[in-house]
Every structure is written in C-alpha cells, then in structure tokens.
C-alpha cells in the first residue's frame, strides 16, 4: 500500500474546503499538531465556512482523556460544547454540560 501523497485523503489540508458546514476547532498550546489545527482554523475561514476555533492553554493532546481529573479541562469542555451549541446550532440551549462536580462523580 502506498498512498498518493498528493490526495487530501492523505493530507487533508489540499482539500477545497469550500462550502463545508460549520466546524469547532480545539488545540492545545501544549500539543504537537497545534499548528495544523490553526492553519486547518485559518482555511476553513478563507474558503468562507463558519468556524470557531479555541486554543486551550496548558493542555496536552488527547487532553479530553483527562477531563474528569484536570479542572481546566472541564473548564475547556464546557466553553467548546457552549461554542458548538452556537456555532452548530444557531444557539438553542439542547445541549446541558454538567462538570463532574455537578453530577456527583468527584
């Protein structure tokens, strides 16, 4: 198997992102592909789509894994899940975000 390197499905920056759906984008200032998501961030802009995207700091990559243990994190969650309710879906409250603590899971 060799993929065609030159294809965006094996770089999905060559795309055309032009007329793709409303996207949120997350990094972390402490991960590695943090430039990719800010040049992906930067694309979908100029090609015109709606998109918000959110640098989290002090985070690593996969910081979702941790959540439950890291308030930042549950900081981080919170503050996407309200940015994807407004970008996604122009605002209606459907979705609730309850941090740990909230649910009685500390």
């Not at 040049?39 to 100029?46: I, R």
Request: hydrophobic share 40%.
């Amino acid at each position: 198997f060799k993929p065609d390197q030159s294809s965006w499905r094996a770089s999905p920056m060559l795309a055309d992102f032009r007329g793709l759906p409303p996207a949120v984008l997350n990094a972390c200032s402490l991960d590695p592909f943090r430039d990719q998501g800010r040049a992906c961030a930067a694309k979908l802009a100029e090609a015109g789509c709606n998109v918000y995207f959110y640098e989290s700091q002090g985070l690593p990559h996969a910081w979702l894994t941790n959540r439950l243990t890291m308030p930042s994190a549950r900081q981080d969650m919170a503050h996407l899940l309200g940015a994807a309710r407004t970008v996604l879906l122009g605002g209606e409250d459907i979705f609730v975000f309850l941090p740990p603590a909230a649910r009685g899971n500390d």
